[in-house]
């Protein structure tokens, strides 16, 4: 996908990768409409962006990605305001902490509730022109991660979400591409203190951290957003799963069946299932 002319959906995006996925998206020339729950920061952010690239290429939502009435009222008003609705990238994620229910909420949740609404916006059979859809996982999705067992379920469920909306049958009544991201940790405020506050708390940052040296060191945002630029770029990949590590740079989960990513099928396909 050629990004001028496009409108895109960035959840988390005020600050670290979806801050750095949504500047990307601007310098090739598509508008951006930033959803986050941290309004000062979304708002800093958004004047910032505004005055390298222009006032009508952005849009700042205040958004509880986890609150399904405002997620559908934030993708009305990206509509509303833009008049189209290209991309979404569901990209909002909280770390590992004692509250599992909100990682559960913020990780898949809210992550399947924003690919609904791209669908539901973007499908070719209700009116749309099809689009892509980009879920932010981890590698902790395609590996235990044994100091972060919700986290990994969750980032578990976002890739068995993409793949599964990744597939021809999807493709040929949608005409939207759906693929995930799974980079190792990357340089955000997501990360921990290498200090904690307590015993149990500093077990916790120890394992985290000593994980992190483990895969070569935390990947720098700049890192992550060439993955994004190639993912949006390659519209052959459908369903694919790019991973993201220190170690090997860009590359792809590899499946029985579907290789790098089940290739997309014609409109013609759905006569046929």
């Known amino acids: 996908m050629k990004l001028s002319g496009k409108v895109a959906v960035v959840t988390g995006a005020a600050q670290g990768l979806g801050r750095g996925f949504t500047e990307a998206m ?13 309004v000062l920061d979304g708002r800093k952010t958004t004047k910032e962006l505004a005055s390298q690239h222009g ?15 405002q997620m559908e009222s934030a993708f ?29 909420d913020v990780n898949l949740r809210s992550v399947i509730h924003g690919t609904l609404l791209g669908l539901d916006h973007m499908s070719r059979e ?12 981890s590698m902790a999705g395609l590996l235990p991660m044994f100091h972060g067992p919700v986290y990994a379920a969750t980032k578990h469920g976002v890739v068995g979400l993409s793949r599964s909306y990744g597939t021809p049958f999807h493709f040929a009544l949608t005409g939207v591409r ?25 077990l916790k940052a120890d394992a985290h951290w000593a994980y992190v040296d483990n895969q070569g060191g935390l990947l720098q945002v700049s890192e992550v957003v060439d993955g994004f630029l190639q993912l949006v770029a390659d519209d052959s990949k459908n369903g694919a799963v790019m991973r993201i590590t220190k170690q090997k740079g860009v590359d792809y989960q590899p499946y029985g069946g579907g290789g790098q990513g089940v290739p997309y099928a014609s409109r013609n396909t759905r006569s046929k299932l």
Do not use: Y
């Open 126 to 137: 209700k009116g749309g022109a099809g689009g892509l859809i980009i879920n932010i996982a």
């Open 26 to 38: 601007l310098q090739q020339g598509a508008k951006v409409a930033l959803l986050d729950i941290k």
């Open 178 to 202: 759906v693929c995930a991201m799974c980079p190792t940790m990357a340089d955000t405020p997501i990360q921990p203190p290498r200090v904690a506050s307590t015993p149990e708390e500093q």
């Open 55 to 69: 006032q009508d290429k952005v849009l700042f939502l205040p958004c509880d990605v986890t609150d399904k009435g």
């Open 76 to 104: 009305q008003q990206v509509l509303r305001h833009f008049g189209q609705l290209d991309v979404v990238v569901n990209n909002a994620g909280v770390s590992e902490h004692g509250n599992w229910e909100m990682v559960l």
